[in-house]
């Protein structure tokens, strides 16, 4: 069966640097990925959708690639703030390609 | 200008006791979804309406049960919640299945 997996220990960075979040899938091949920012206690934001056409997608300082031969998306945050930490969840569709499934998201701890 | 409801924002219910939550939509999307999340773990699917067609997740409980009188309301109703079912729930729409979606707030459920 498919399985998206997100490293669920946290990720603790100095302000400014470059943040790296990783969603690994196995056992199918997505056509797309969604990525969303959840905060304590709210629900999770939309961040950004990559297609697997698609090599890479930027939007501010958030970048996301999606390489379909390692079945792996990485999540870059540049320049780093203390206000981007929250948990980084992956959701790729399922095999019927009509549901999004949530991994398990990554903490990340930005400290100034 | 919030865009999904949600009500309550904490939900205090006795073990067995019937609740009932609530979700509305002001972006007249089509698709309404339920998850439950418990604490670090990744948002789970429990049912969705497409329009007015239902869809139960194969692993959902007897004991959820959900209503969509309308395109803007959708209800969870947890006919006899027991100590595993104190979660929060999340309400979610979007416009299509492919489409990003949009969370409310969540209701956290605390079972007594």
């Known amino acids: 069966s498919q399985k998206i997996e997100q490293n669920s220990e946290a990720l603790n960075i100095q302000e400014g640097k470059t943040a790296t979040l990783t969603c690994n899938y196995t056992?199918?091949?997505?056509?797309?990925l969604q990525w969303y920012r959840q905060d304590p206690g709210r629900g999770p934001v939309f961040l950004l959708l990559i297609r697997e056409n698609e090599k890479e997608k930027r939007k501010e300082r958030l970048k996301v690639t999606f390489d379909t031969t390692l079945k792996q998306s990485l999540f870059h945050i540049t320049a780093s703030q203390p206000a981007d930490s929250a948990t980084y969840l992956c959701?790729?569709?399922?095999?019927?390609?009509?549901?999004?499934?949530f991994g398990g998201g990554t903490r990340l701890m930005v400290k100034p | 200008d919030a865009m999904v409801i949600q009500n309550p924002r904490y939900q205090v219910t006795q073990f067995g006791k019937p609740v009932t939550l609530s979700c509305s939509q002001t972006?007249?999307?089509?698709?309404m979804y339920w998850y439950q999340q418990k604490s670090s773990q990744a948002p789970k699917l429990l049912f969705h309406?497409?329009?007015?067609?239902?869809?139960n997740e194969a692993d959902t409980p007897d004991n959820f049960q959900s209503r969509r009188p309308n395109t803007s309301f959708c209800f969870l109703d947890i006919r006899s919640p027991g100590l595993g079912d104190a979660a929060m729930y999340l309400c979610?729409?979007?416009?299509?299945?492919?489409?990003?979606?949009?969370f409310g707030p969540g209701t956290r459920l605390t079972v007594l």
């Open positions: 959701a790729p569709p399922n095999n019927a390609g009509n549901m999004l499934t």
């Open positions: 309406y497409y329009d007015k067609d239902f869809n």
């Open positions: 979610a729409t979007s416009r299509d299945y492919r489409s990003e979606q949009f």
């Open positions: 972006l007249n999307h089509n698709v």
């Open positions: 056992n199918y091949s997505p056509a797309y």
